[in-house]
């Protein structure tokens, strides 16, 4: 009887460990399969290139503050053809729209709409978006944040290059502000995290999402499909959703390019940031189930990595159990060095895993918001 509990345990010491392998294994996968392609990329070469007329279109709604800082960046790119920036200003409340009126006299290429009314049963700010493209004269049509800068001033030719025959789809990185302090670079580096999936897998001709702070698709592209019809009942998704919906292998491409860039500050505050995040994660559950099974699949091995690791160190052969350790730690230090290089997130690489460890608690704290209904508010 001794001996057949002895047994038992052994048996799930041993499936304990099995575990730790498998999830390590599916890491691997991840990171060769997948992360490895950004860490690499080198973008398609151009015998020449061109100069599109492009539409900057931004949303915004009571940021003057933000629009007074952020603005001239965008106004001021040094962009050779024709441009125009569209801002439509969603029932404002400050004075967002006396500061347009200033900014009109000297850039005539600003172009101002006024919304003065809400739509029901659109949240989120798909309609105010919806309004700005119908309003583009261009085809390329290139989207940011009131709260984001673009990196340098040669953003906008940077994300246009991108554009060859077929590619409707153009997926940038908007990385947030160096600033001191944890939560700024815990912020970074669940952005950095985000975009390495996003941009990995659309290098892997799976595209599935893009971010509204840096952001290009064509015109022909938003009318073609309906624009936000088929999502307008969704508070958020007006980017990683429509995205979602008509980016593929054969028509996305993505720029890494750090004067392709855009800027934006962090919270300052976790709550704030909670919230943030809630709002994000929410449109989740609309996609696809391949998608969902494949980020799925990455985000539960990364969340049993540790408790597996620790349980087989304690109560298997820990010999074993670092040496399958060191085989992970080895590649995703490797790649990971990679592509914050790319992203110029390398002052990230010495905390990577600490913030690796942190991402255990983070899902614990954020992985609810995949079942709450999302909150209909405008952002």
């Not at 490895?36 to 709604?61: D, G, N, Y």
């Not at 978006?129 to 953003?155: F, K, N, Q």
Request: contains cysteine; aromatic residues 16%.
């Amino acid at each position: 009887m001794f001996m057949d509990l002895q047994q038992l345990n052994l048996n799930w010491w041993m499936i304990a460990f099995v575990a730790f392998c498998s999830v390590t294994f599916i890491q691997l996968i991840y990171y060769w399969g997948f992360f490895s392609r950004l860490a690499f990329f080198k973008p398609k070469e151009k015998s020449t290139s061109q100069t599109h007329p492009v539409s900057v279109v931004i949303c915004a709604r009571d940021e003057a503050g933000n629009l007074v800082k952020n603005l001239p960046g965008v106004l001021f790119q040094q962009y050779p053809s024709t441009h125009e920036l569209i801002v439509v200003n969603h029932n404002s409340q400050d004075d967002t729209r006396y500061l347009l009126e200033e900014f009109k006299k000297t850039f005539k290429n600003l172009v101002i709409v006024n919304l003065e009314q809400e739509a029901k049963g659109i949240p989120g700010k798909k309609y105010p978006l919806s309004i700005g493209i119908r309003e583009a004269h261009h085809e390329i049509l290139l989207l940011t944040d009131a709260d984001c800068v673009p990196a340098t001033e040669h953003w906008m030719y940077k994300m246009q290059d991108a554009y060859h025959p077929g590619t409707e789809v153009v997926l940038g990185y908007g990385a947030y502000a160096k600033r001191p302090g944890l939560l700024n670079k815990l912020i970074r580096f669940e952005t950095f995290h985000t975009a390495l999936q996003y941009l990995s897998f659309a290098i892997a001709g799976i595209p599935y999402m893009g971010v509204g702070r840096n952001l290009s698709y064509k015109r022909e592209l938003f009318l073609r499909n309906k624009g936000f019809s088929s999502i307008n009942h969704i508070p958020g998704g007006d980017d990683d959703l429509f995205i979602h919906k008509v980016a593929n292998k054969n028509n996305t491409a993505i720029v890494i390019d750090p004067e392709a860039f855009t800027l934006s500050e962090a919270k300052k505050k976790f709550g704030d940031w909670y919230r943030q995040k809630n709002r994000h994660y929410s449109t989740g559950k609309y996609y696809k189930p391949g998608i969902r099974f494949l980020l799925g699949a990455y985000s539960l091995s990364q969340f049993l990595f540790y408790p597996l690791f620790i349980l087989s160190l304690v109560t298997f052969n820990w010999q074993l159990t670092l040496a399958v350790f060191g085989v992970r730690f080895l590649s995703q230090a490797f790649i990971l060095y990679k592509c914050m290089a790319r992203l110029q997130e390398k002052d990230l690489w010495a905390w990577w895993w600490l913030l690796d460890i942190w991402m255990f608690f983070y899902y614990c704290i954020f992985a609810p918001a995949l079942w709450k209904k999302p909150q209909q508010t405008w952002l």
